[in-house]
């Protein structure tokens, strides 16, 4: 550390060095502490550009609402600021008709098409039918042509989703995640119970995922237990194959699961051999399969953190509370249980967590009713590139999530958490 | 700092020749089998003839990956892609128009597999197959066969989602396959399909890639599945399986296509290869490895006659056959898939 002053010039009086001392200290410190920022800053970028920004970008994508502005912006300016049930006065849909004929040329109609089939399924068609046939002038006016091409232009319910469609965010896909959708004067409505989907599937989502995760409980503790308890030569082998799972390839291992559970497959054959069961049960393609699958896959993330928790307490605790009468139930109840309390916490968080987001496993072993959520983002990202749909689910997810770990952390204790 | 300055002048080249590195052409398709059979009969011979060097890659189909390939300058030149994404890209202006000049006149191909985009690669069908070993006196004849588990009990697959399922819901009820979308767009149409499903929902598991119903027969899961035509017969001939395929039944074929991504930098080897890709006599090889059928018409006469009755288009298949309504599902995919889904989670 630097000298508190520079040593040529003489004290003034005690007080002033003292606050020049702790001036220079604080100075340092600070120095260090920017130090110590700087060397973490390739991190916080790295964290910044792939992990903050895509989630923001993500998030406002599932309000995202440009299409119709960005290929129509006349319309959509007029549409926005107007007010009313039914068809738009002349001007506007004159102003609507001459861009979507533009925007046809343009070969961009489609993205406006596809943005209104999101509103009502047909839409798509009536926007490119129209657009299609659509002529130069317009003959007793530019609503009755439309009109003349398809009677839904005369409608309300069209005109209503074209100015929701030029509003610049939407909320369309946030309310449909959550069931929900806006009828033609715009007042929110649960869908009908054919369509209502999506809270049915987050709920299936935490419940599949809490399973999976007191599964893995149940069958790591022990396990890690006695991999904690064992003496090294023979821990390290045994640990090796829990890992063992984590080189072989995700999909070579649900496939192997398949050919052990299915109808006629291993297990099966030999439950009705030794006449536990008298004829072949479904064990796959339903929620056992995924059950199953998804414990073996997640278990090395219970047992790891519990591993290395439990390897870091003493054997000597549990056996002086052994000598000092306790039985063997109570000194693991009283003694083991509560030190190895942090690995619980950790395995338990992870597990849950990364079985939150679970996708290729259900959808290979599953039935329908058991898909989770991220099934359905794959769905609107990949097969229907509805970004919007897919970002708000996934938001959704995003939040049930952090509230759950929220309470999480209230209930366990954060400083609780520990993975090694 | 000299060394920091030297790295990072070293990392701008790499990321420049990177670039400014032309890359080659880039020719997607759908993997497995039917790509090795396509490597084998069109990609290295093409190579050697033209001296052009060709790259492979493989997807899944999915309108939003295309998209995601075309933005900027494409990475991917030519595709095979499947009738929505076809009709949905070209309206979206994401691929090339074709030179049909080139490719010898669009009198050339089946209607179906002409567009301003695209031109047909193949003709492919979703159908019903059954173990012929579990039936020997005679399996499903008819999609109402599928739908009657007093006649046939067992638990039998389709498809996961709206798709086909519908339009054998449909043909189950005794809708010839010709007049099926008419059904489905009739009032009330959906719903009686869904019913339809509903009545043996208890019965129905449901698959997800190409590669699940041959598996879910030889394993005995179930006792009959809807399933992609070409991996049944593969099964066969390979696995020395004896699985059957239910013509009669009904089935939904369609058409694949090549296309090119907009703003291509190799739009002219990319023609030329569809140019090779589809011509009759480089089509015809193809059913002798796996059961798919030509799009060129002077192609479907050159298959030899011991692999033409399994194509879905030939002559004595065909009648039974519906094209699949592209229009329709690009319409009604998403409300459907989402009612499926619902219908499927329900207990």
């Not at chain 1, 069209?158 to 610049?168: D, M, N, S, T, V």
């Not at chain 2, 490895?289 to 011991?306: F, M, Q, R, S």
């Amino acid at each position: 550390m630097r000298a508190p002053r520079p040593p040529n010039r003489p004290p003034r009086c005690l007080a002033t060095a003292a606050v020049d001392l702790r001036r220079a200290l604080e100075r340092a410190e600070r120095r260090r502490a920017l130090g110590g920022f700087a060397l973490a800053l390739p991190l916080v970028a790295f964290l910044f550009v792939f992990f903050l920004l895509p989630i923001v970008g993500m998030l406002a994508k599932s309000v995202d609402n440009h299409e119709l502005a960005s290929v129509m912006p006349k319309s959509a300016e007029l549409l926005r600021t107007w007010r009313g049930v039914g068809p738009p006065p002349e001007e506007i849909v004159a102003v609507f008709a001459r861009e979507l004929k533009e925007a046809y040329l343009r070969r961009e109609v489609a993205v406006v098409a596809q943005r209104l089939n999101r509103e009502q399924a047909g839409w798509r068609n009536l926007i490119l039918g129209t657009a299609r046939r659509l002529p130069d002038t317009a003959e007793g006016g530019w609503l009755a042509t439309l009109v003349r091409l398809d009677p839904a232009w005369g409608e309300p319910a069209i005109w209503a989703g074209l100015r929701r469609a030029a509003q610049p965010w939407t909320d369309i896909f946030l309310l449909a995640a959550v069931d929900l959708a806006r009828d033609e004067r715009d007042a929110i409505r649960p869908v009908p119970p054919e369509q209502a989907i999506y809270l049915d599937i987050l709920a299936r989502t935490f419940w599949i995922s809490a399973l999976v995760t007191l599964l893995c409980l149940v069958l790591g503790y022990p396990l890690a237990y006695l991999l904690a308890s064992l003496p090294e030569r023979w821990a390290n082998p045994l640990l090796i194959v829990v890992l063992l799972p984590f080189w072989t390839s995700l999909l070579v291992r649900i496939a192997a699961w398949i050919v052990l559970l299915q109808r006629e497959g291993v297990i099966n054959d030999f439950l009705v051999r030794i006449g536990v069961l008298e004829e072949p049960v479904a064990l796959v393609f339903n929620r056992t399969g995924v059950l199953v699958a998804m414990t073996h896959v997640l278990l090395p993330f219970m047992v790891l953190p519990l591993y290395s928790v439990m390897r870091g307490i003493p054997l000597s605790l549990t056996r002086a509370a052994l000598s000092l009468g306790a039985t063997p139930w109570v000194a693991f109840r009283r003694v083991y249980l509560p030190l190895s309390m942090p690995g619980v916490a950790a395995g338990s968080l992870l597990v849950f967590i990364l079985a939150l987001g679970y996708y290729i496993t259900p959808a290979l072993v599953g039935g329908a009713a058991d898909q989770m959520i991220s099934y359905f983002v794959a769905f609107f990202t990949l097969h229907t590139a509805n970004w919007g749909m897919a970002a708000a689910l996934a938001s959704l997810l995003l939040v049930v999530t952090l509230l759950l770990y929220w309470l999480y952390a209230r209930l366990v204790g954060i400083e609780r958490l520990r993975l090694g | 700092m000299t060394f920091t300055r030297s790295l990072a002048a070293a990392s701008l080249a790499l990321v420049l020749a990177g670039v400014a590195q032309a890359r080659d052409l880039t020719i997607t398709s759908w993997g497995g089998a039917y790509q090795a059979a396509q490597r084998q009969l069109y990609f290295e011979p093409f190579q050697k003839e033209t001296g052009i060097k060709l790259v492979e890659d493989t997807w899944d189909g999915g309108i939003g990956v295309l998209r995601a390939k075309a933005q900027g300058t494409p990475v991917w030149d030519v595709v095979q892609v499947e009738t929505d994404e076809l009709i949905l890209g070209c309206e979206e202006g994401i691929l090339e128009p074709l030179d049909w000049q080139m490719l010898g006149g669009k009198d050339k191909f089946l209607p179906a597999a002409v567009h301003e985009c695209g031109v047909g690669a193949i003709v492919w069908a979703t159908v019903l197959a059954y173990d012929g070993n579990k039936f020997p006196d005679g399996g499903p004849a008819s999609w109402a066969d599928f739908f009657d588990t007093r006649k046939f009990p067992g638990k039998r697959a389709l498809r996961r989602g709206p798709r086909q399922a519908l339009e054998f819901a449909t043909m189950a009820q005794g809708v010839p396959p010709s007049k099926v979308y008419e059904a489905l767009r009739a009032p009330g149409g959906i719903d009686k399909a869904f019913a339809k499903l509903d009545s043996i929902k208890k019965d129905l598991i449901f698959w997800e890639a190409g590669a699940q119903p041959p598996q879910l027969l030889a394993s005995g899961e179930v006792v009959m599945t809807s399933a992609y035509n070409g991996r049944i017969i593969a099964a066969n001939r390979q696995d020395k399986r004896n699985f059957k395929i239910a013509w009669q039944a009904g089935f939904v074929y369609q058409i694949d296509s090549w296309v090119i991504l907009k703003n291509s930098p190799k739009k002219a080897e990319a023609m030329k290869l569809v140019h090779y890709l589809t011509r009759p006599e480089n089509q015809a090889k193809l059913p002798a490895l796996i059961p798919y059928g030509p799009t060129h018409v002077d192609g479907a006469k050159l298959v030899p006659a011991e692999y033409a009755e399994e194509i879905p288009s030939s002559p004595r298949n065909l009648p039974y056959g519906v094209f699949f309504d592209a229009a329709f599902w690009v319409e009604h995919v998403e409300k459907l898939t989402e009612r499926f889904n619902a219908w499927a989670a329900q207990k």
